[in-house]
C-alpha cells in the first residue's frame, strides 16, 4: 500500500477520533526489508522510521543518514544491554525500555554520553510469559523507578496478544500512562492502527502496509 494511503488513513482516523491533524506520528517500520524498499520509501519523503535490532540499523542507517536529512530512529526491538551505548548513539528514540537494569544501564551511559533518546517503557498488557514488557501492576512504579534515575520517559508502548481485541490492550496502556502523567502512546501496528489512533496513539508502527511483506531472504 502506498506510503500516501497510510498517511490518509491515519488522518482520517485522526478526525474520526476529534484528534488534532498531525497528532499521530508515523514509524515506518523498516526491519528486514531490502535497501530499495526502504530508499523508495525516502524518496517519498518519510522521515521517521522503526529498526528492531541495533546491528541491522548500524549497518543500513549510516549512508542513508548522510544522503536524506531529517531522518529519525526508532528502536521498536528488545534491547540487550551489552548494545546500548550504541542504541544511544543511533537511534532518537528507544520503545522498549522493559527492566530496571536496562534503565540503570541507559541512565549510566547517558551521563557519561551527555545525552539519551527519548524512551518508552514497554508494558507487557498481555502478561505474556514469552514477550519482555513490565507487567501492568508493576508498571507504575517502574515509570517513578526511571523518573528517579533522571531518564526522559516520553511514554509506553505495548504489543497486544495476536490473538486477542487489541483494543482493550490499547485502552490500558492510555489508563497507564494518563495517571503517570505520560503523553505518549506507541500502539498500533499495520493491521489495527485506526483502532489504536481511536483510542490515544501517538506513535503507530507500520511496517507490511507500506513496504509490503518481509524479506526474511
Given at each position: 500500500?502506498?506510503?500516501?494511503d497510510?498517511?490518509?488513513?491515519?488522518?482520517?482516523?485522526?478526525?474520526?477520533?476529534?484528534?488534532?491533524?498531525?497528532?499521530?506520528?508515523?514509524?515506518?517500520?523498516?526491519?528486514?526489508?531490502?535497501?530499495?524498499?526502504?530508499?523508495?520509501?525516502?524518496?517519498?519523503?518519510?522521515?521517521?522510521?522503526?529498526?528492531?535490532?541495533?546491528?541491522?540499523?548500524?549497518?543500513k542507517?549510516?549512508?542513508?543518514?548522510?544522503?536524506?536529512?531529517?531522518?529519525?530512529?526508532?528502536?521498536?526491538?528488545?534491547?540487550?544491554?551489552?548494545?546500548?551505548?550504541?542504541?544511544?548513539?543511533?537511534?532518537?528514540?528507544?520503545?522498549?525500555?522493559?527492566?530496571?537494569?536496562?534503565?540503570?544501564?541507559?541512565?549510566?551511559?547517558a551521563?557519561?554520553?551527555?545525552?539519551?533518546?527519548?524512551?518508552?517503557?514497554?508494558?507487557?498488557?498481555?502478561?505474556?510469559?514469552?514477550?519482555?514488557?513490565?507487567?501492568?501492576?508493576?508498571?507504575?512504579?517502574?515509570?517513578?523507578?526511571?523518573r528517579?534515575?533522571?531518564?526522559?520517559?516520553?511514554?509506553?508502548?505495548c504489543?497486544?496478544?495476536?490473538?486477542?481485541?487489541?483494543?482493550?490492550?490499547?485502552?490500558?496502556?492510555?489508563?497507564?500512562?494518563?495517571?503517570?502523567?505520560?503523553?505518549?502512546?506507541?500502539?498500533?501496528m499495520?493491521?489495527?492502527?485506526?483502532?489504536a489512533?481511536?483510542?490515544?496513539?501517538?506513535?503507530?508502527?507500520?511496517?507490511?502496509?507500506?513496504?509490503?511483506?518481509?524479506?526474511?531472504?
Amino acid at each position: 500500500m502506498p506510503l500516501q494511503d497510510i498517511k490518509d488513513r491515519i488522518a482520517r482516523a485522526e478526525q474520526e477520533a476529534g484528534r488534532a491533524p498531525g497528532a499521530v506520528t508515523l514509524i515506518a517500520v523498516s526491519k528486514v526489508q531490502p535497501l530499495e524498499r526502504v530508499e523508495a520509501v525516502l524518496e517519498q519523503g518519510q522521515r521517521i522510521f522503526g529498526e528492531n535490532k541495533v546491528q541491522e540499523a548500524a549497518g543500513k542507517w549510516p549512508d542513508f543518514k548522510t544522503r536524506f536529512d531529517g531522518v529519525e530512529l526508532h528502536l521498536i526491538g528488545p534491547l540487550q544491554t551489552n548494545k546500548a551505548r550504541q542504541a544511544i548513539g543511533l537511534f532518537d528514540a528507544i520503545h522498549s525500555v522493559d527492566r530496571p537494569k536496562l534503565a540503570a544501564t541507559l541512565a549510566r551511559l547517558a551521563q557519561e554520553e551527555g545525552k539519551c533518546p527519548e524512551l518508552f517503557i514497554q508494558v507487557n498488557t498481555g502478561e505474556e510469559p514469552q514477550k519482555a514488557g513490565i507487567l501492568p501492576a508493576e508498571a507504575d512504579a517502574f515509570v517513578a523507578e526511571c523518573r528517579g534515575l533522571d531518564l526522559p520517559v516520553k511514554g509506553l508502548m505495548c504489543i497486544p496478544p495476536v490473538e486477542e481485541e487489541p483494543s482493550l490492550h490499547f485502552a490500558l496502556l492510555a489508563k497507564i500512562a494518563e495517571r503517570n502523567g505520560l503523553s505518549g502512546l506507541s500502539m498500533g501496528m499495520s493491521g489495527d492502527f485506526e483502532t489504536a489512533i481511536a483510542l490515544g496513539a501517538t506513535h503507530v508502527r507500520v511496517g507490511s502496509a507500506i513496504f509490503g511483506e518481509r524479506s526474511y531472504g
